[in-house]
């Protein structure tokens, strides 16, 4: 015959025994939290060193994403920027032959010009000898130039567009060259970078001006534009450029 268990004693055993489980759970509880914040810092670590190899992988990068697109192709540039010289030059030997500069069509008298090498404005027709009015010597100023080839898309680039009563010069992405002349003859033109502009240097004690809009074919973005005026950064150290 099974022994009966005083209730009030059965109750104190339950007591005790959800008082030990509540222990045990407490236990755990805390063993588990100190293993995670024992983990915690592991993980950090991993979790830093990971997007530190991706933010040095993306750093790695991203110089040689922007020297792609802002350098392009080397010998464009150089292209570019020596006939950005030979323009200058041959503007500069027409006011030397005929005591003036040329005028374009946009020219107000007497006022500084800011033009282009677009058939509109005549400046290349005048330069190779076919304006008669403006160059009655017939003197070309521009030889050594090739004529534009013409890609894929239709696109001129590279030269001179010549035709009986017009000629235009594009550069080699396609766009006409920027021609800025000092027509007031004070021997100096307002400068058209505007990076150096906001640092001071308003002015170029120059009367010829050119410049190409380089790869990105804006010339109002001066980091990789080709000009008359100076070596461009990417090509400064390289020797017999001109």
Partial sequence: MRSRIHPTRRL??????LLALASWMLWYRGAAEESDQKKLPRRAATF??????????????????????????????????????LVASALDQYLKHYGHLPEPMSATFNVDCYSDTSSEEGTIYTLLGRDLVVNPHRKNFLGGIPEATIDS?????????????????????????????????????KNPNYEEVNRGNTELRMRVLVWSGGPDRDKNTW???????????????????R
């Fill in 153 to 189: 898309s239709g696109i001129k680039r590279g030269g001179l567009e010549l035709d009986e009563e017009w000629a235009c010069l594009y550069d080699p992405w396609g766009i006409f060259y920027a021609v800025d002349l000092d027509l007031n003859s004070d021997g100096k033109l």
């Fill in 48 to 85: 830093l060193s990971r997007a530190g190899e991706e933010q040095s992988d993306a750093y790695r990068r991203l110089p040689a994403l922007k020297r792609s697109r802002i350098e392009g192709d080397l010998e464009l540039q150089k292209t570019a920027w020596r006939t950005a010289g």
């Fill in 12 to 17: 104190a055993i339950t007591a005790a025994c």
């Fill in 223 to 241: 980091e990789d534009n080709l000009t008359s005026w100076e070596t461009p950064k990417i090509l400064q150290g390289e020797s017999g450029l």
